[in-house]
């Protein structure tokens, strides 16, 4: 179960940040958010391949 909660989470992570990025090119908003957002999917990603790992 761990390891489809990982998957889930790292899948979140590729996807999400591509819509941000695109999102903040069609309707722009504050600068500082997008490294917020990046440090976000990041620790995201990390969160699922831990979860992977120790699903195993």
Do not use: D, S, W
Request: net charge positive; with cysteine; hydrophobic share 55%.
């Amino acid at each position: 179960m761990l390891h489809h909660l990982g998957i889930l989470l790292q899948i979140v992570a590729m996807t999400g940040l591509p819509l941000v990025i695109m999102y903040q090119l069609n309707f722009g908003f504050k600068l500082t958010i997008m490294p917020i957002c990046t440090v976000a999917a990041i620790v995201v990603f990390y969160l699922g391949t831990r979860l992977r790992e120790y699903g195993n």
